[in-house]
Structure formats: structure tokens, C-alpha cells
Nanobody, 124 residues
Framework: QLQLVESGGGLVQPGGSLRLSCAASGFTLDAYSIGWFRQAPGKEREGISC????????YYADSVKGRFTVSRDNAKNTVYLQMNSLRPEDTAVYYCAAYPHNSCSSYESTFDSWGPGTQVTVSS
């Protein structure tokens, strides 16, 4: 059974950093492109980053470009989202999602499998 689990969320001060992990089980992650999404209170879920399966192409939304970095460690079956220079507006539940194609997407409907999410709160 294909499962994704996010970890690494928490409370951080503005300007701080967090690294989120998306660990996969039940399938080999290197055959899947992985997207990162977030949903803030009262807002729709938005796609913020993606890394493709084979060639490692990446995508970043304008809101996180230059601050967030996505990477993958296929040996550990894990994808990471390094988040630097965090802002209060980055506060949200962060989700990773997977689909079995070698291309990135920022659309929820593209992705087949989702993790339960991890809360990130940026506040002083």
C-alpha cells in the first residue's frame, strides 16, 4: 500500500528555517514525481514546489522561490523541503503528494497519493 508521511513541522520564529521530510513506504519513490502543497486557514490548498522523478526537474511557486529548496534522497525513499527565511504568511499545513510520471505539476488533481500533512507555524 502506497503511503506518504510528512514530518519536520513545528513552531519557528520569522526568519528561521525548517526542513520537512516526506517519507514513502509501499513503493519506490524514484518512480514518482513529488509535489509539496500547503493550506493556510481559510485558504485553498496551493502547490508550492515539485521535483520530478527521473530527471529531478524542480518547480517553485513565486511565493517561495529563492527561500525553499526541494530535494530527494532515493536511497532513503524520502523527499525534503528545506524552508529558509520563513515568514508568518508561510504558516500552513504542508502536504506532500506523489504521482507516477516524470514531470512536475502544481495542480492537486494531478497527484494520486497524499500524506496527512504537518503543521508549520511561523510566529514570534
Amino acid at each position: 500500500q502506497l503511503q506518504l508521511v510528512e514530518s519536520g513541522g513545528g513552531l519557528v520564529q520569522p526568519g528561521g528555517s525548517l526542513r520537512l521530510s516526506c517519507a514513502a513506504s509501499g513503493f519506490t519513490l524514484d518512480a514518482y514525481s513529488i509535489g509539496w502543497f500547503r493550506q493556510a486557514p481559510g485558504k485553498e490548498r496551493e502547490g508550492i514546489s515539485c521535483i520530478s522523478s527521473r530527471d529531478g526537474n524542480t518547480y517553485y511557486a513565486d511565493s517561495v522561490k529563492g527561500r525553499f529548496t526541494v530535494s530527494r534522497d532515493n536511497a532513503k525513499n524520502t523527499v525534503y523541503l528545506q524552508m529558509n527565511s520563513l515568514r508568518p504568511e508561510d504558516t500552513a499545513v504542508y502536504y506532500c503528494a506523489a504521482y507516477p510520471h516524470n514531470s512536475c505539476s502544481s495542480y492537486e488533481s494531478t497527484f494520486d497519493s497524499w500524506g496527512p500533512g504537518t503543521q508549520v507555524t511561523v510566529s514570534s
